[in-house]
């Protein structure tokens, strides 16, 4: 009940495509959804988060899409960029610590 | 405003060895958190301090893993004795009341 389950495990696109990634948790308990971008060799760093109380939240090209009834939440990357090669992790917790992390998405941007 | 200091960034070291790392938070960060990434994973929690008391070690396994952070500041991991299955990057995070957590760079162990 405490696993978040993230798909795809990676990802290729075309440079200006909308790559998705989906998640799903079990946990009704969870209320703060955060994505995170790691590049090589760095460590995690925060890209957007939402909570429960709405169903989607944009932020420059990143938008986050919240399905409180299915327990899946999304994160859809518009005109993706060479540069937004990463790979990419969602989260969850009951607050904003402890989090829980999925296993990761491999993203690859090709120009 | 520097972001989370860790140190080593590398280290390789023979099974049974022992090692430690170190982490310095974000000013002001009362909360510290220690996490494991194993290649092609996503980070797990190991143990979260709230100033210099734990308030989750729930996953952390005790019988060769301690940390502590005194003053409630800087902390250190250590692993004694480190088995194979501990390579990984070891991940040390901080945020202030509760909001948004800063990760550092991290230190990659490689147990031979």
Redesign the interface.
């Known amino acids: 009940q405490q696993q978040?389950k993230?798909s795809p495990q990676s990802l290729i696109v075309q440079k200006g495509g909308i790559p998705i990634i989906n998640c799903a948790y079990e946990n009704t308990a969870f209320d703060y959804f955060?994505w995170?971008q790691q590049f090589p060799?760095?460590?995690?760093?925060?890209l957007i988060?939402i909570r429960p109380d709405v169903s989607e939240k944009k932020e420059g090209r990143f938008t986050i899409s919240f399905n409180k009834s299915a327990k899946q939440f999304s994160l859809h990357i518009m005109d993706s960029q060479p540069g937004d090669s990463a790979t990419y992790?969602c989260?969850a917790s009951e607050?904003?610590?402890?989090?829980?992390?999925?296993?990761?998405t491999r993203l690859q941007v090709f120009p | 405003e520097a972001g989370?200091a860790q140190s080593p960034r590398y280290k390789i070291i023979e099974k049974r060895q022992s090692v430690a790392f170190w982490c310095n938070p974000i000013s002001g960060h009362a909360?510290l958190?220690w996490y494991q990434q194993i290649l092609?994973?996503?980070?797990?929690?190991l143990i979260?301090f709230q100033n210099n008391g734990v308030?989750?070690d729930s996953q952390l396994p005790k019988d060769r893993f301690s940390a502590e952070r005194l003053k409630g500041v800087d902390s250190t991991l250590k692993i004694q004795p480190a088995k194979l299955e501990d390579s990984a990057v070891y991940?040390c995070?901080s945020?202030f009341l509760?909001?948004?957590?800063?990760?550092?760079?991290?230190t990659r162990l490689t147990v031979v």
């Not at chain 1, 060799?41 to 925060?46: Q, S, V």
């Not at chain 1, 607050?95 to 990761?104: E, N, Q, R, W, Y």
């Not at chain 2, 509760?98 to 991290?106: D, R, S, V």
Request: glycine residues 18%; charged residues 15%; aromatic residues 12%.
């Open positions: 978040v993230q955060p995170y060799g760095k460590g995690p760093a925060l988060a992790f989260a607050s904003t610590d402890k989090l829980i992390f999925g296993t990761g | 989370v909360t958190y092609g994973q996503g980070p797990k929690l979260q308030v989750d991940l995070a945020s509760n909001t948004e957590a800063f990760f550092g760079q991290g």
